[in-house]
């Protein structure tokens, strides 16, 4: 988002596996300045395949066999895009997307693993389950457990064929059979009515790994009673079978298949050179044999003459020269050699906290060989997910403020963008009642900051209102940053009642290469635009400078008969209070700033910023909401406040009942707030009883300040219930009745808290 290095060069990575792991923490050590990143990935929570056996028997949980992505990306300073691409256009750099417009580079990784090649026998993907990509293989994971279970514990056989000879099929006939057996308390090497069937179309299974392996995982599989079959080279799925190449079949109740590896067929269609069993053909750079600005590793990569068998263990290897190896190209040095190990270890786990450990000739097995892959596997997950700090920019001469200042000034200097990014109320309220005014008759709102718009009366009767905002890019993504910012540019408007008419942008752009600031302000307008078209709002004009940072912003424009104004002014005792969306954006982007945000968390946050209030605006409309204003970067209380002071009504506002974003409260109990929310939080002494909820995992909650946040309107009572259920019928999910106007108890407004 910052820049004060100018953007000159864009590189892609596209995929997040093994390899792409090191590359983005390598570049969040050694930031490149100049060098922009984008991560398109299919899964932003990228499974690490060496601990699935360990999740399939229970030792581990979802989150124990997850990287996420999204901190890993922050501290790269990496946008990140969650899709999965089917092509690149290598002749003009561009990568098209399916929900936005295409990106440009200059640089492109591709880290995108395999699939089991039996993807493609007649009836896999209806009939079985492909143990690759694992994301999928999990979602049907647990209905194929529960099916098992369920027909087990009737007394009825179930089969589970697995086809495939190689370690994985091996791992999860023992894992399989092992947490099944644990479900059922059975022990491992009894026999039961689970028949686990391997079938192979190999002379023996393992044909990669040494005799004393081959033999020692025979025996086991012998002694547990899973049957193997060789030799036998499958040529159809069909529903509960598995059909023969020499004519036999084998009935199956689930069939999953974890056979050698394969890659689509987009990278060769696209031009680039593969090797000749499919694979994208690259040097000893790593760099594509055909095309120098592509970059590939892992599963989905064959190194000319060097080729290896495909498996993490080499991906995970070649991350750190992969990173080197960008950059070095990116800055126009001289690539470095890389040479893959000739053998790797081999640990495959048996299911029950035991393992084999094999290296071409070496062979062990036991109970410490799993504690060994074990601590191996856990520590590469947490290598990933326990980043260092985050480090503020503060440059200060020494000796100009003491250190406490200077923490202070280290604190204020990591600014949060968005809402957060606002100058305090009070700061304000003060400045503005200073300044001298000028009155037209035609000017309904005397002081600007009494509504959400401004009002002028038109000589036919409407009101034209207008709003202005602006904000300063909180994500790392103009196409997202420019439906967002508009959204919340429209708000305003929504908020009295209005319907949008026309906008003016005003756009500060970082300085980058031509071709870099002409993409993004391309996906930025293109946002804009396309979200303002889904409100029937024209694009009129605007203003654009070149800045540090990316900030966005609309000047929009409304109109409306004055009788149907929703003003912030008109509550009255016994309304109920509605809240459409809920809260904790400012802490989250914090969080989020810090790597502290999870993927779901953001993504959540992200969509419910992303959503309009122009349903809300209707619903309120509808049921004659008597008030009405947005929540956005004074917070709830500050907010509130504002429709308390021109009304002698005061609020109890039932805490318990405030809708929270998941993880803000957990963020927020971390002390992780938005740099306004100090300033918010000034408001609190209008809270009557502050002091008794001060504890409450809520009470920071009403500080925050919102980006994009939702509509709070009050209603009357027998008005509300059907209220909130047309607001959740058109998609505000978590809309709450949050509290009651009452008649004022004291001389001044204030929110009691209940
Ligand atoms: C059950 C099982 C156990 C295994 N155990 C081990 C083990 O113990 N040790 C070992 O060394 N190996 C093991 N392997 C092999 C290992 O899974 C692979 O070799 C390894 O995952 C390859 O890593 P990678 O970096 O190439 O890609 P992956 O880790 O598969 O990552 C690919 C990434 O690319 C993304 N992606 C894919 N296509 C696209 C697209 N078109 N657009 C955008 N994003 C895309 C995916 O979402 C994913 O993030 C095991 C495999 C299985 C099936």
């Known amino acids: 988002m910052k820049a004060s290095s100018p953007i000159v060069k864009h590189l892609v990575l596209v995929g997040g596996g093994h390899s792409h792991l090191a590359v983005l923490n390598y570049l969040g050590m050694n930031s490149v300045p100049g060098l922009a990143v984008t991560l398109i990935s299919r899964d932003i929570n990228t499974p690490y395949s060496g601990s699935l056996p360990g999740y399939i028997t229970g030792v581990y949980d979802y989150d124990d066999i997850h990287i996420d992505l999204r901190p890993l990306a922050q501290f790269a300073n990496a946008r990140i895009i969650q899709e999965e691409i089917q092509n690149i256009d290598l002749d003009n750099k561009t990568i098209a997307l399916k929900s936005r417009p295409e990106i440009s580079f200059d640089i492109v990784s591709l880290n995108i693993g395999s699939k089991p090649d039996a ?40 089969t589970i064929a697995i086809v495939g000879g190689g370690p994985a099929s091996v ?132 190194i000319k003459g060097e080729p290896r068998p495909k498996s993490g263990v080499y991906a995970v290897r070649q991350g750190p020269p992969l990173a080197k190896n960008l950059v070095r190209y990116a800055t126009g040095k001289s690539l470095t050699r890389y040479k893959p190990q000739q053998h790797a270890l081999a640990l495959m786990s048996m299911g029950n906290k035991s393992a084999i450990a094999s290296r071409n000739n070496l062979f062990f097995q036991g109970r410490s060989v799993w504690s060994i892959k074990h601590n191996i596997d856990t520590n590469f997950i947490k290598k990933y997910s326990e980043l260092p700090e985050m ?15 200077e923490q202070q000034l280290r604190t204020h200097a990591m600014r949060c963008a968005g809402c957060g990014a606002k100058v305090a109320s009070n700061v304000l309220q003060e400045v503005l009642q200073q300044l001298p005014t000028t009155n037209h008759d035609d000017i309904l709102t005397a002081n600007s900051t009494a509504e959400d718009a401004s009002m002028i009366k038109l000589e036919d009767g409407r009101i034209l209102a207008q709003s202005i905002d602006q904000l300063k890019a909180f994500v790392n993504d103009p196409w997202l940053f420019g439906r967002i910012a508009t959204n919340h540019c429209l708000s305003d408007i929504y908020a009295m009642g209005c319907e949008p008419h026309s906008a003016l942008a005003v756009v500060s752009l970082p300085f980058a290469a031509k071709d870099y600031g002409r993409a993004q302000l391309k996906e930025l307008m293109l946002s804009c635009t396309e979200t303002l078209a889904e409100h029937n709002c024209a694009l009129v004009g605007g203003h654009s400078a070149e800045a540090e940072e990316l900030h966005f912003g609309l000047c929009v424009n409304g109109f409306i008969d004055e009788e149907r104004l929703l003003k912030k002014d008109g509550m009255q005792a016994g309304d109920i209070l509605i809240l459409s969306k809920p ?32 349903e809300a605006a209707t619903c309120f409309s509808e049921y004659e909401a008597t008030a009405c204003t947005d929540i956005t970067g004074f917070g709830l209380a500050g907010h509130l406040m504002e429709m308390l002071s021109a009304n002698n009504v005061e609020v109890e ?10 993880g803000a409260l957990e963020s927020l109990q971390q002390n992780i707030v938005s740099s306004l929310h100090k300033d918010n939080k000034l408001v609190a002494n209008d809270i009557y009883n502050h002091e008794a909820y001060a504890s409450d995992p809520k009470f920071e909650l009403l500080f925050d300040p919102q980006t994009a946040g939702g509509l709070l309107a009050s209603v009357a009572e027998y008005k509300a219930e059907a209220c909130l259920q047309a607001l959740r019928d058109s998609g505000y999910s978590q809309a709450k009745a949050i509290g009651r106007v009452a008649k004022l108890d004291n001389d001044l407004p204030a929110i009691v808290l209940k």
């Open 119 to 158: 993807f493609n026998i007649p009836g896999a993907q209806k009939f079985a389950i492909g143990v690759k990509p694992i994301d999928k293989f999990l979602q049907r994971w647990d209905s194929l457990l529960k099916d098992a279970i369920h027909n087990l514990e009737q007394d009825q056989e179930f």
């Open 171 to 302: 791992e999860l006939a023992f894992a399989t059979q092992f947490r099944l057996h644990k479900e059922l308390q059975l022990k491992v090497t009894n026999k039961s009515l689970l028949n686990i069937k391997i079938i192979s179309a190999d002379q023996e299974l393992l044909t990669l790994h040494n005799s004393k392996v081959r033999s020692f995982a025979k025996a086991e599989l012998e002694k547990r009673n899973i049957e193997v079959i060789l030799d036998t080279l499958v040529s159809a799925f069909e529903k509960g079978s598995v059909v023969c190449e020499n004519g036999g079949s084998h009935s199956a109740n689930q069939i999953v298949y974890a056979t050698g590896a394969s890659i689509p067929d987009w990278p060769g269609e696209c031009g680039l050179a593969l090797t000749g069993d499919g694979f994208i053909e690259v040097n000893n750079h790593l760099q594509s044999t055909s095309h120098d600005f592509v970059f590939a590793a892992g599963d989905a990569a064959t």
């Open 583 to 614: 809260l904790g954006t400012g802490t989250l982007l914090a969080a989020d700033m810090r790597y502290k945000a999870s993927h779901a968390q953001m993504q959540n946050a992200l969509e419910q910023m992303a959503q309009s209030n122009k």
């Open 391 to 405: 480090n503020s920019e503060l440059s200060i001469a020494e000796g100009l403020v003491d250190k406490e200042m």
């Open 653 to 662: 506002l039932s805490l318990s009942d405030v809708p929270a974003l998941d």
